[in-house]
């Protein structure tokens, strides 16, 4: 049964930094894209960023180019995502989803974890 189980949220000022983890089991994710999404209250959820999990292929969304990295760690199982220069805009809850690369829906969610940037 596959798990995704994210950790790492919290309580940052604004300027401040926070690392995401997501950690995988259940299954072997080659041929899977992890990516991280997050969802502020009244707005819908929105995609953040995502890797293959060979590490080839990264994408992410604008708002967060140049302040957010997502990376796996292979021995460990885990995607990660360093969040620096955060702003009050980017409190939400944050989720962990895999896909299968090529497919359209990300079929495995974590519980997520919030996060609150203080202004």
């Known amino acids: 049964q596959v798990q995704l189980v994210e950790s790492g949220g919290g309580l940052v000022q604004a300027g401040g930094s926070l690392r995401l983890s997501c950690a995988a089991s259940?299954?072997?994710?080659?041929?899977?894209?992890l990516g991280w999404f997050r969802q502020a209250p009244g707005k819908e959820r929105e995609f953040i960023a995502s890797?293959?999990?060979?590490?080839?292929?990264?994408q992410y969304t604008d708002s967060v180019k140049g302040r957010f990295t997502i990376s796996r760690d292979n021995a460990k199982n885990t995607v990660n995502l360093q969040m620096n220069s955060l702003k009050p805009e980017d409190t939400a809850v944050y989720y962990c989803?895999?896909?299968?690369?090529?497919?359209?829906?990300?079929?495995?969610w974590g519980q997520g974890t919030q996060v609150t940037v203080s202004s």
């Open positions: 259940g299954r072997t994710f080659s041929g899977y894209q």
């Open positions: 989803a895999a896909r299968i690369v090529g497919t359209t829906s990300y079929k495995y």
């Open positions: 890797i293959i999990w060979s590490g080839l292929g990264t």
